[in-house]
């Protein structure tokens, strides 16, 4: 499916999707229903959150890689879980999953598309990602609420999620913001789609005017205590996207779907999400977004 007002780039069809969570049957079938042969042309960015589990992660990606021409891929923080997976930590769990996507041919590097019809090109660009945390720095997406508990003690990021020993006096997301580093200085001519898990900004998380006017005000707060902008991203990734000067950022994380033009740069969170999430603010179940690229073949 193509929405309305993706920018019509080249003849290379983009789509993207994110927080998979094939650890639910009806998300992995989902993923084994997508079509085998109608994308073999086209490219899919998966912003993160498939599974914690090595092998469904390496199933579901598998599939994909079947089904599209190119497959892109950044893990989330469910990915660096180690509840399961027999690594010491989570830096650890990153390197295979890292490994895994090589034996997959699934791309996890900055690679540019040029389309077999033309000279036009575009430059994919993953970022990697993790959140700053209120305590960590004014570089999150904190914002206060009320009745808020300051500990997240439902979080399972603070149970799964590992760190190495090393790393106890840096922070990860600069960890990760680093790694792309290399990356941002080897800017192509072509237009950049960029893509990461978590949020990049905070006008990202609440509707605006045109989202409430469509699909109405927030969905009910089941969980007051929680206080998702405390794991939300960084405005770090914000400014390595715009220093690569991407036209077009997928994101993920939140579960919250977004079709945002900010300044230029045109903001797209498409979730699959959990099957309990409300249905307004889950992926079209029907298709794929397409973010890029002329019209349907």
């Given amino acids: 499916m193509r929405i309305q007002g993706a920018p019509p780039g080249s003849g290379t069809r983009i789509f993207a999707i994110s927080d998979l969570h094939v650890d639910f049957p009806v998300n992995m079938r989902w993923v084994e229903s997508v079509d085998r042969h109608c994308h073999q042309q086209d490219v899919l960015i ?3 959150d498939v599974s ?29 879980w180690v509840r399961r997976c027999g690594s010491r930590d989570s830096l650890e769990k990153f ?11 699934v791309t996890t590097e900055p690679q540019q598309i040029v389309n077999s019809g033309n000279d036009d090109a575009v430059w994919v660009v993953p970022l990697l990602s993790w959140y700053v945390t ?22 399972a990021d603070n ?46 998380m ?24 405390r794991v939300a ?32 740069v045109l903001y797209v969170s498409n979730c699959l999400g959990y099957p309990s999430d409300p249905s307004s603010e889950q992926a079209d179940r029907r298709g ?6 002329d019209s349907e073949r």
């Fill in 52 to 80: 914690d589990d090595l092998t469904r992660l390496g199933y579901a990606l598998g599939k994909l890689r079947e089904r599209f021409d190119r497959l892109f891929f950044v893990p989330g923080n469910h990915e660096l």
């Fill in 233 to 264: 991203g960084c405005t770090g990734i914000d400014t390595q996207l715009r220093h690569i000067g991407a036209l077009v950022h997928i994101y993920g994380h939140q579960h919250r779907n977004r079709w945002r033009d900010i300044d230029g």
């Fill in 134 to 155: 209120p305590g960590e720095g004014a570089d999150g997406l904190y914002l206060p609420k009320p009745g808020e508990s300051t500990n997240l003690i439902n979080w």
């Fill in 95 to 105: 390197q295979r999953i890292m490994e895994l996507c090589r034996r997959l041919d």
């Fill in 206 to 229: 609440l509707r605006n005017a045109h989202e409430r006017l469509r699909l109405g005000p927030e969905p009910p707060d089941l969980h007051p205590e929680f206080n998702f902008s």
């Fill in 288 to 293: 794929l977004w397409q973010v890029w690229g």
């Fill in 46 to 48: 998966v912003a993160g």
């Fill in 159 to 204: 149970y799964f999620v590992r760190w190495p020993d090393t790393t106890h006096d840096k922070r990860p997301a600069d960890l990760f913001l680093r790694l792309n580093e290399p990356h941002l200085s080897a800017r192509s001519y072509a237009p950049a789609v960029s893509f990461s898990h978590f949020l990049p900004r905070v006008d990202l």
